[in-house]
């Protein structure tokens, strides 16, 4: 048994050792787990994990590799990623690189070979918090020192935001999106492109002022990482901008729409993470299995006051998954159904986004 060369320490004083794969940088973040079987490219890639360690609860990591098409932005900036076993040696025709690899590049540290199962119940008891991975060798008081006098940033949407504004046309367009960009998946604009929309993407700070010289057809909010209270900007842009376009938000973007018409959020305990979270559609009836990945909720309460109305909920503990306000052309979901989860199963709602721009449109024409 080889010697270990990695650990991670919590401020409880608890330490797991294992092996390092990826960046052997020294890094403190939030830990948080995930429980999807597959997608860790995916995951690495997703700008909502800004600041935080990922642990898998899928045992197996690394077997497929990794494929250029699939990243979900150009430069990864998830804090660290932790697995039970780790596969270097990838079997797939579409695999260019190791995971490893890709973590080395971007300087993502890795850890595997640790109990992952006690893991992950240690962050279902005592919650998300801090964690340091650092060598082996590392003692335990110069850790706990580490982790006590470090704050994690609070500037993770304006950290993985596009500085400048980018377009992806497509020939024939039918509308044209506008995307706020708190942090936003690729796969989003594919999805967008796929059903006849050309999608300018904003940066988080830009002005309405701004994005109005566009003329868009309709306002997206995107998903991203951190408290949402923490871009007050883009909660102002929202109440702005509503009632003028249909509006359409997933996950931070969710929460965004939710302040800004009153309500409040509020942090879960492990948050939700994984591909196969069942959330009820109460206008429908119908159970939709989906992606999702938050540490944020939106206080079911607090909508009470608001001219928003609860759409969806989550069946595992009831957590609002969707809200609407019909008047002002405005939705959003908590969950991610740019993510094939189910694997179809919310498509639904870009298409429910396109038709308010069409009649959007055909009431201007009338």
Known sequence: MKKFDRKLIFPDGSEYYGYGFGSFDERITEIVFNTSPVGYQEIISDPSYTYQTVVMAYPLIGNY???????????PTIGGLVVRDYNDQPSNFRSKYTLSEIMEKYRIPGIYGIDTRKL??????????????TDADTSLQEGLCKLSSYDIPKDAVAFVSRKEIQQYRIPDEKY??????????????????????????????????????????????????????????????????????????ICLGHQIISLAYGARTYK??????????????????????TSQNHSYAVDRESLANTRLKVTHLNLLDQTVEGVACEEDKVFSVQYHPESAPGPQDSGYLFEQFIEMMEGTKDGEKN
């Open 120 to 133: 992950i119940r240690s962050i279902r008891d005592l919650g998300s918090r801090k964690v340091l991975i």
């Open 65 to 75: 590799g990794i494929a250029e098409e699939d990243f979900e932005t150009e430069t």
């Open 268 to 289: 879960l305990k492990f948050g939700h993470r994984g591909g196969n979270h069942p959330v009820k559609n109460l206008l429908t009836g119908k159970i939709e299995i």
């Open 176 to 249: 044209h999106v506008a995307a706020i960009d708190c942090g936003m998946k690729q796969n989003i604009v594919r999805s967008f492109n796929r059903r006849g929309c050309n999608v300018t993407v904003f940066p988080w700070n830009t002005s309405m002022e701004e994005i109005e010289k566009m003329k868009p057809d309709g306002i997206f909010l995107s998903n991203g990482p951190g408290d949402p209270m923490d871009v007050q900007l883009v909660i102002e842009l929202v109440r702005g901008l509503r009632g003028k376009y249909p509006i359409f938000g």
